[in-house]
């Protein structure tokens, strides 16, 4: 398991390397320089400026400051935020990003698997439309339309929630994470339905049901453990739509998370501050995946010594 | 002479396999039409499609001509039947030019993640061995980041509002899954006997992914364009709706759901309509996309 484990991490490496080198390159040779806007500055300020920043020494030897101050956990200037560090909005930001990801990540884990395992022990009642229909809606219903039809309906006009902004509590939180866990609870429901009733068709379980074993017991002890093997392995992607959508929902309803971040970055072209999120998002996403690689391989001997 | 009959040899294993799909077509299109979702969905997308390519030619507004006397109607009220925006814009012209961008978009963008996805996987899956495996640690490299984010980064890069960076940003990063599929069926077709009929016969290693590799591909390759078409949708919209894809005056849904969820308070239906066709839309390209590849499964 530990050298399973070791071999898994080692393979993101490369990846997370690849994702720095790119994005140190992207930051460098963009178009527009960051002193671009100050015009008319006197050659000899420019090039005190450029010094300051280290902007004038070698490209190798500018990467290798970069590396150096990311290990320190330093992402650089941010060039729209003045006289603020990447690092520093990131530490301002990630705490509220957290709170509602990881919120919206249990809710969608809590709610969606059940539902998808008694949508699958019900199949074709009640219980199974209402599931599928759930999958089918929020396909065609992305986050940036649920998230304001939400805070219309109940913040706006029934005032139930705060239709925006931060506080950390039920009133301001419930319709930020009801949004961003929507499309992932619909995903994992309709991923664990279908997981299951394959393996409910399989032979051992009708052995189980032969042997006169209770339902119960077949489908939790014997059927379930298979049954959410997929559903592990989809905890990386899932994560990766978590913070995909930590996007909308943080400009939806005006959180200052890293999400908001990372679109004013973007809109303003502060290229350090979008190659920080980059990094930092890319990351998170490497470090779901080999979670769920490891956890996966805990499941399942089969996937360890393959 | 040799020659000439090997490539007879290779047209007759190539045409054997176009006559095996000839008759999996028929049994496609009678499955699509007996399925109810999917005539409901090929009927709806049909509709907006045709709205959005000649409705505004009939309408007597421009997508941004102000009308200061109209500001921000309410629908069925005015000359406007579905209202305008806070500047007086017309908003059945705006959705309609909204819709068709995203169409063009999602089409275009669809393309050029087909025309990569398929070069790529096809390649790959032909070649085997090491140029397949170092192919696809590419593939897999990419496939572990968030797609928007490389959309967002790459459209920071480049500058927004060009709608045409946009969609090639999309699908630059949008065909990794396609040459996944692609080239899981290169692989097990490389090993079909028409395949090898072709090697032995002395045909080029291009020739072989061109002429019968890729044709032998399509069915796949359709479902997932297919299914394709409403994510690439949804990564415009997505973009629009942030601020970082099209931009004033031009509209998409993503930008009207932007500015109508700007003013949701005063004027719900600008948020209402462009949500509505939108959701409308995807539920169409998504009915459409499941139908196709129900029907093309041989165990359904």
């Keep these: 398991m530990i050298a399973f484990a070791l071999r898994r991490a080692a393979a993101s490496v490369p990846t997370l390397f690849l994702i720095v080198t790119a994005s140190f390159f992207a930051i460098r040779l963009a178009p527009g320089g960051p002193f671009e806007a100050s015009q008319g500055l006197p050659p000899s300020v420019e090039a005190n400026l450029e010094a300051a920043y280290g902007l004038d020494q070698p490209l190798p030897v500018q990467y290798g400051r970069y590396l150096a101050g990311l290990l320190h956990g330093r992402f650089g200037p941010s060039l729209s935020v003045r006289d603020v560090e990447v690092s520093e909005l990131i530490a301002r930001g990630l705490p509220v990003s957290a709170t509602v990801g990881l919120a919206a990540l249990a809710v969608s884990l809590i709610a969606g698997i059940p539902l998808g395992i008694g949508a699958a022990l019900q199949q074709g009642r009640l219980l199974d439309h209402v599931a599928t229909g759930i999958a089918v809606l929020v396909l065609a219903l992305p986050g940036f339309v649920v998230g304001p039809a939400l805070a219309l309906a109940f913040g706006v006009h029934l005032h139930w929630f705060a239709a925006g902004g931060w506080a950390l509590d039920v009133r301001h939180l419930a319709l930020p994470i009801l949004t961003l866990a929507l499309p992932t609870l619909a995903y994992l429901a309709r991923l664990t339905r279908g997981s299951l009733l394959e393996v409910l068709r399989a032979d051992y379980i009708r052995t189980a049901r032969a042997k006169g074993l209770p339902e119960r017991q077949v489908i939790l002890r014997h059927a379930l453990r298979p049954a959410l093997l997929p559903v592990v392995s989809f905890l990386g992607p899932v994560v990766a739509a978590v913070l995909t959508g930590s996007l909308v929902v943080e400009s939806v309803f005006g959180l200052p998370g890293t999400g908001r971040y990372l679109v004013e970055g973007a809109i303003d072209r502060d290229y350090p501050l979008v190659m920080g999120m980059v990094i930092l998002y890319g990351a998170l996403t490497l470090a779901a995946n080999l979670a769920a690689d490891l956890l996966h391989g805990w499941l399942d001997p089969r996937v360890r010594h393959g | ?300």
């Design chain 2, 1 to 300: 002479m040799a020659e000439a009959g090997a490539f007879a040899a290779e047209r007759v294993a190539a045409e054997g396999i176009a006559a095996d799909r000839g008759l999996a077509e028929s049994r496609l299109w009678a499955r699509l039409r007996s399925s109810g979702r999917a005539r409901f969905a090929a009927v709806t997308l049909l509709a907006i499609a045709l709205a959005a390519a000649f409705g505004p030619l009939a309408s007597r507004f421009r997508y941004d001509q102000l009308d200061w006397r109209h500001i921000a109607v309410p629908p069925f009220a005015t000359v406007h039947w579905l209202g305008t925006d806070r500047l007086g814009r017309d908003l059945a012209v705006r959705l309609l030019y909204g819709t068709r961008l995203s169409l063009v978009i999602g089409l275009t963008a669809t393309a050029v993640s087909v025309v990569i996805g398929v070069a790529w996987g096809a390649a790959a899956g032909f070649a085997g061995g090491r140029i397949d495996g170092a192919m696809m640690r590419i593939v897999d490299g990419l496939n572990s980041l968030p797609y928007l984010l490389l959309v967002i980064a790459l459209t920071t890069l480049l500058g927004r509002g060009n709608p045409y960076v946009l969609f090639a940003a999309i699908g630059a990063v949008g065909w990794i899954t396609m040459a996944r599929i692609v080239r899981g069926q290169a692989l097990s077709l490389k090993r079909r006997p028409f395949i090898e009929a072709a090697v032995a016969s002395g045909a080029s290693a291009p020739r072989i992914v061109a002429r019968h590799i890729i044709p032998n591909l399509l069915g796949p390759v359709i479902v997932y364009a297919a299914l394709t078409v409403p994510q690439m949708i949804l990564f415009e919209s997505f973009l629009s709706f942030l601020g970082l894809g099209v931009q004033e005056p031009l509209a998409s849904l993503g930008s009207l759901i932007r500015d109508g969820a700007a003013q949701m308070g005063s004027a719900p239906w600008l948020l209402a309509a462009p949500a509505g066709l939108l959701a409308l839309m995807l539920l169409g390209l998504n009915l459409l996309g499941d139908a196709l590849r129900d029907a093309l499964d041989p165990r359904g």
